[in-house]
């Protein structure tokens, strides 16, 4: 069965602070990664996805994530957060079928950007 | 981009009554959609998987015969709570993913807010 770990439950980043979050899976096989966010009162929104090619994916809102294949990672990044990238972020991962299949979630993120 | 819509957003019922959810797709026709449960500052956790004409595959530990899912046409699957209980409470959301899509991303719902009393 897929899991998926986000080491970090809550972060405090000042604005302007540089942002990493990390996200590590178990499964063996070929598998899409995504980063969810969730902004308070809001519904989850994707930020970006991982299905193949470049391992450096860009998203919306100035965020990048990583593939590291060898590592089973792929951390989210910003160079310089908001105020507004308060929120909470999932990753998440489905195994490649090629067809649509379920999402397994990790535990999240909950980031707090102080002003 | 892709729409998916929930309705009610917010529900409060009384313990022994039954409610049902609606999730839509309303931009794009989807073959399957998934029924997902958020408790508070929690992750979400898969409930079952809706299959257009079929029916649902349920994850293990999910009460089918209390968590009743329908998925009658493209855009629209509803996720019935029977005899609901206090337990019962929380958010639910669903997802659906365009159909025909090999790399499909999924696009979630608003959320429906269950209260129990």
């Known amino acids: 069965a897929q899991s998926v770990s986000q080491h970090n439950h809550h972060v405090i980043l000042s604005e302007a602070a540089s942002l990493e979050l990390g996200c590590n899976y178990s499964?063996?096989?070929?598998?899409?990664l995504f980063w969810y966010v969730q902004y308070p009162g809001q519904h989850l929104q994707l930020l970006l996805k991982?299905?193949?090619?470049?391992?450096l994916v860009k998203g919306i809102k100035g965020f990048e994530a990583e593939f590291i294949k060898s590592k089973f990672s792929f951390n989210l990044r910003k160079p310089s957060v908001q105020w507004s990238d308060t929120a909470e972020y999932f990753c998440?991962?489905?195994?490649?079928?090629?067809?649509?299949?379920?999402?397994?979630f990790g535990t999240g993120t909950r980031l707090q950007v102080t002003l | 981009g892709a729409v998916v819509s929930q309705h009610p957003s917010w529900v409060i019922c009384k313990s022994g009554t039954s409610v049902k959810i609606e999730c839509r797709s309303l931009?794009?026709?989807?073959?399957?959609m998934f029924w997902y449960r958020q408790f508070p500052k929690q992750s979400l956790m898969l409930m079952a998987t809706?299959?257009?004409?079929?029916?649902?595959?349920?994850e293990q530990g999910v009460e089918k015969d209390k968590f009743l899912i329908n998925h009658a046409s493209l855009t629209l699957s509803t996720l019935t709570v029977t005899s609901a209980h206090p337990e019962d409470s929380s958010f639910y959301i669903c997802?659906?993913?365009?159909?025909?899509?090999?790399?499909?991303?999924?696009?979630f719902g608003p959320g429906t807010r269950l209260l129990v009393l």
């Open positions: 809706s299959n257009e004409g079929s029916k649902a595959t349920y």
């Open positions: 991982y299905f193949s090619g470049d391992p």
């Open positions: 499964y063996g096989g070929t598998v899409n």
């Open positions: 998440a991962v489905n195994e490649d079928t090629g067809t649509a299949s379920k999402l397994t």
């Open positions: 931009d794009f026709q989807a073959t399957t």
């Open positions: 997802s659906a993913g365009p159909a025909g899509g090999v790399q499909e991303t999924q696009y």
